[in-house]
């Protein structure tokens, strides 16, 4: 099992910047394909990205693709999404989850990103 805790939301202007953090515990952090997925009030949860295990390969939603940037560190065991250039539609609840295989099984609890116009 492992444990997730997102960190880092706030409230941003529409063009700024955050970088959100995801700790995790238990499990070898290094076996986990690591995503970020967000939920804006109403509508569905998105997945935003994802970064693979060991290697570090990213994919990204066209949504957020050149605006935002997801990296782990191993050692830390912590993953982290560096989002830029933000917008109002951006606002959401935004969690990490981890898997070992095709299924999403651990989840944080998510932290709010709130970007006024």
């Known amino acids: 099992q492992v444990q997730l805790v997102e960190s880092g939301g706030g409230l941003v202007q529409a063009g700024g910047s955050l970088r959100l953090s995801c700790a995790a515990s238990?499990?070898?952090?290094?076996?986990?394909?690591m995503g970020w997925f967000r939920q804006a009030p109403g509508k569905e949860r998105e997945f935003v990205g994802h970064?693979?295990?060991?290697?570090?390969?990213?994919y990204y939603a066209d949504s957020v693709k050149g605006r935002f940037t997801i990296s782990r560190d191993n050692a830390k065991s912590t993953v982290y999404l560096q989002m830029s250039s933000l917008k109002p539609e951006d606002t959401a609840v935004y969690y990490c989850?981890?898997?070992?295989?095709?299924?999403?099984?651990?989840w944080g609890q998510g932290t709010q990103v709130t970007v006024s116009s």
């Open positions: 238990g499990r070898t952090f290094s076996e986990y394909f």
């Open positions: 989850a981890a898997r070992v295989q095709e299924t999403y099984d651990y």
């Open positions: 970064i693979s295990m060991n290697y570090g390969s990213t």
